[in-house]
């Protein structure tokens, strides 16, 4: 059990000796260049080696297995333009509302 887990002690382990609803993960290593290793989580879907592991809908895999997108794979371009702006607008020198160019820009670009 995880540090700082209390289970119910009425609670049944399942037949892989966890909880319901948990899975067991394994881990790997790979040996690092300089020394030392970095340590991997085995999905349990496909067995490949991955750093982050997902759970939902009562499913633990990678990024893969449950078809998990990132915000900008779902984005459309109308998104992606309002993105773009939100990014750019911080770096841009407002004086009295009006945008300036910072120090080097063109005025081309």
């Known amino acids: 059990m995880p540090q700082g ?22 881990f790997t290593t790979t040996p690092l260049h300089v020394g030392g290793c970095r340590v991997w989580m085995v999905c349990p879907r496909c067995s490949g ?28 371009a109308n998104d992606r333009a309002h993105l773009a702006i939100a990014k750019i607008e911080p770096r841009l020198i407002t004086r009295r509302g009006r945008f300036y160019k910072p120090k080097g820009m063109l005025w081309r670009t």
């Not at 809908?57 to 998990?68: A, D, N, P, Q």
């Open 5 to 26: 887990v209390e289970s119910d002690p009425g609670q049944t382990k399942g037949p892989l000796g966890c909880l319901p609803g948990l899975a067991p993960i394994r």
């Open 49 to 76: 080696r991955v750093r982050v592991m997902f759970a939902g809908r009562g499913k633990i895999g990678c990024r893969r297995c449950l078809r998990v997108r990132y915000r900008s794979q779902c984005a459309d």
